[in-house]
């Protein structure tokens, strides 16, 4: 019996269209518009003006806190404006827009391809080196990788879990990277290993990619510490707790963070930024997104530079099918529609997933027959109808006490929802009216 | 960009599940037991269905139309389940104007005046037969015998179910051993043959249909393994007590309508409870109830009457069972 998490989950059609498409490099754009928020957090500062010269990889918004982080420029130009255009989305927001002129790198970047192994840096060192790199996770969740490596006082890491499940239907950027990349995302984790002063690591992947497994197992021998762990194929398994449960065995307590079972996730995508960060000087200006859809014409993976037109991406692989009813930035299962291809890819943009018009359209939403498969597929344990009826009814005293919080907003009960019931929506708004009084009681 | 995009929040797809899909499901699940009761009762179990299930749809219809005035959703399909589930609580021989009076309560109380499908409390067809039971006992309680196409609508030759031989017969201070000699064996009560509601009566037929809804997940196993178990075992230990009193498991698991009620009636989404352990509890009851009706009661069959009590506490049991919750503490 292959290992997955406690509660719930459900099992989705795969999709994995792109899996056996390499990764390509997409040519570089030639405007790039890089948003100063592209993370939790605090939005950085932007240390440009208008017609300054910058080069890849140079620092132009600085992290403006603990929980916030920097931002590099991804190409070489002049810096044509800053002003507040629309990100994904959907709101204006201050981005950094640079015309683009050849592509000159910061000369302290070594851009040789040789792997090193060797990793020097101490503790206090490698967590510098990832914050200045802007590193956060590249699952999608955006959160500061820094932060994460910081144990508070009092607590203390025992495992360091690498989430290489990509669970999302559609996505196989992990899967290319894993294939890939497979000795430089085993080195990155080591150094988080030496990072967070733990001495045992574990890969979690989905048996759907047995390839992976199967390469990164092989290569895992010569890395002391690191386990690879394949998991069952199940949504939502790439959700932190869902993965720690998954791998460890461990239920972190409502409201707690991983810390609290003594792990600390990051994703596999955030373990090569950090061997590039560290070893290569190289800061988070590019990373690897899937384009994918069934009636597109050519799914696939490519390395892109932050701040490129999504549209760009859409045209490498054969350009916006007729039929497309909806954009999803990320993928099906919790990714954000988008309303425009004019919008910059960013650093959590993990994928990009055309659905055809007859996909994207909501069914009818009928009676809740109470059937209580929405409560069997919760991964967290709550009861989604119930939660609807009372954020439909305002009883926002009764959706705290009902755990509304601890929703992580997977999606497997609307997904389940045999009467199309909106479920999430409404548990969203819910927990949204939660929040806020929780906040305001402080 | 020139195509209209739609923006709606996550997720993107869906599982295709829908109402249709698991009412019709069961209704699939049912045909095995309908088709075994047109065998065992010919054309008068023809008879009651269609009269059942046409006279369900149309109440629904009308209610729905003329005094709801909603668009009514008849194509749902729990009209088509009540109707057939109607027409298996009753005998195969009841009058066409008395079946019309079990599908106007069972439509129009039962179900319409929650304000229709998801809302009501009661099993509707149950709440139809057991309206029935008690307005009309008499013809209610005349089993015609299983005798294929030889059974007759008009003047059916009856007698009684295996549940209310022993009833009777222990009442009258008959010891059991001797009472079973009059019983079909085990062989022919899981195959059916006995008196009884025409659709309770085929064990095996109903059992496949749990097959089948449990294969395609339309059902979870909690609420029909607690029921039968907590019979199994509270009937065992009646039967071990006293085995000329009581009698054993396997009597009380096929006789009566116990098989058609765990499978088909207490495993109703609406009516049932939302958590795997509420429905265990909710299970548990419905077995209790069931042999304590049986062996201690007025009725020789207790079935309905214990769903429906049970039903009665499942907004109770939704309030305070609630599932196991991540990350909490396990006691």
């Known amino acids: ?339 425009t291809v004019d919008v910059p890819l960013t650093k959590g943009s993990s994928g990009l997933l055309l659905l055809p018009r007859e996909e994207a359209v909501r069914k009818e939403s009928k009676p809740c027959i109470r059937c209580g498969k929405c409560v069997s597929v919760c991964p967290m344990g709550l009861e989604p109808f119930l939660l609807m009826v009372l954020a439909d009814k305002k009883a926002y005293e009764r959706l705290e006490s009902d755990a509304v919080m601890d929703c992580i907003e997977c999606g497997s009960c609307s997904f389940t929802c045999p009467a199309n019931r909106p479920l999430l929506d409404y548990i969203r708004l819910g927990k949204g009216k939660v929040g806020q009084i929780m906040r305001s009681r402080k | 960009m020139n195509t209209k995009v739609l923006v709606a929040p996550s997720p993107h797809v869906h599982s295709g599940d829908s109402i249709q899909k698991n009412m019709y499901g069961v209704v699939f699940a049912m045909l095995p037991a309908l088709v075994f009761s047109f065998v065992y009762f010919g054309m008068g179990a023809i008879i009651v269905t269609l009269t059942a299930v046409a006279s369900c749809y149309l109440f629904e219809f009308l209610i729905s139309k003329y005094l709801l005035k909603k668009v009514p959703t008849i194509t749902d399909g729990s009209a088509l389940i009540t109707g057939i589930l109607l027409a298996f609580n009753v005998p195969a021989n009841l009058p066409i104007w008395i079946i019309l009076i079990g599908a106007l309560v069972a439509i129009g109380i039962g179900k319409m005046t929650f304000g229709g499908l998801g809302n009501n409390v009661f099993n509707p067809a149950l709440v139809g037969r057991v309206f029935l039971l008690i307005s009309f006992p008499v013809q209610m309680t005349s089993w015609p015998k299983p005798l294929g196409f030889d059974t007759a609508y008009f003047d059916a030759q009856t007698g009684a179910t295996p549940l209310a031989l022993i009833k009777e017969g222990l009442k009258k201070g008959e010891p059991l051993s001797q009472l079973m000699h009059d019983v079909p064996g085990n062989m022919d009560l899981l195959m059916g043959n006995m008196g009884g509601s025409m659709g309770e009566v085929a064990g095996i037929a109903l059992l496949l249909g749990l097959a089948y809804m449990l294969f395609k997940k339309i059902i979870t196993w909690h609420i029909p393994v607690a029921v039968l178990g907590t019979v199994a075992v509270f009937s065992g230990i009646l039967h071990m007590s006293n085995p000329e009193a009581y009698a054993g498991p396997l009597f009380h698991i096929l006789t009566g309508g116990l098989l058609l009620g765990a499978i088909f009636m207490a495993t109703d989404y609406v009516t049932s409870p939302m958590s795997n352990k509420g429905m265990i509890i909710y299970g548990i009851g419905i077995g209790l109830l069931t042999v304590i009706i049986r062996v201690f009661g007025a009725y020789p069959e207790g079935v309905s009457f214990a769903i429906l009590i049970m039903n009665a506490f499942v907004p109770l049991i939704n309030v305070y069972v609630k599932p196991k919750r991540f990350g909490e503490k396990r006691k």
């Open chain 1, 1 to 339: 019996m292959l290992k997955t998490f406690s509660l719930g989950g459900i099992h989705p059609a795969e999709n994995k269209l792109s899996a056996s498409s390499a990764i390509q490099v997409l040519p570089i754009p030639e405007t790039v518009s890089i948003p100063i928020s592209q993370h939790i957090g605090a939005p950085a500062t932007p240390v440009v003006k208008k017609n300054d010269e910058v080069k890849v990889g140079q620092l132009i918004a600085k992290s403006s806190g603990f929980v916030s982080a920097n931002i590099h420029s991804s190409v070489s130009g002049t810096v044509f404006k800053v002003d507040d255009i629309m990100d994904a989305s959907g709101f204006r927001r201050t981005s950094i827009i640079i015309k683009v002129d050849g592509d000159e790198w910061m000369e302290t970047i070594d851009r040789s391809e040789d792997l090193v192994k060797e990793i020097s840096a101490g503790k206090e060192e490698i967590i510098k080196k990832i914050a200045e790199a802007g590193i956060v996770g590249l699952g999608g969740a955006t959160f500061p990788a820094h932060v994460k490596l910081s144990v508070p006082p009092g607590k203390t890491a025992e495992v360091l879990i690498i989430n290489a499940v990509e669970c999302e239907p559609y996505l196989t950027s992990d899967h290319r990277v894993m294939l890939e990349k497979g000795d430089e995302v085993l080195v990155g984790t080591q150094i988080l290993m030496k990072a967070l002063g733990v001495d045992r690591a574990i890969v979690g992947i989905e048996n759907n990619k047995p390839d992976a497994i199967a390469h990164l197992t092989k290569l895992a021998g010569n890395y002391k510490g690191i386990e690879i762990c394949p998991l069952k194929t199940q949504y939502p398994q790439g959700g932190e707790k869902q993965l720690i449960s998954a791998t460890i065995k461990r239920e972190i307590p409502s409201g707690a963070l991983p810390i609290e079972v003594g792990a600390v996730v990051q994703n596999v995508g955030t373990a090569l930024a950090v061997y590039e960060a560290v070893q290569k000087n190289k800061p988070l200006f590019e990373r690897v997104a899937t384009i994918t859809g069934k009636s597109l014409k050519n799914p696939s993976n490519w390395k892109f530079r932050i701040g490129t037109p999504v549209k760009d991406l859409i045209d490498a692989a054969g350009g916006l099918p007729e039929d497309t009813g909806k954009i999803v930035g990320g993928g099906p299962m919790m990714g954000k529609a988008l309303t």
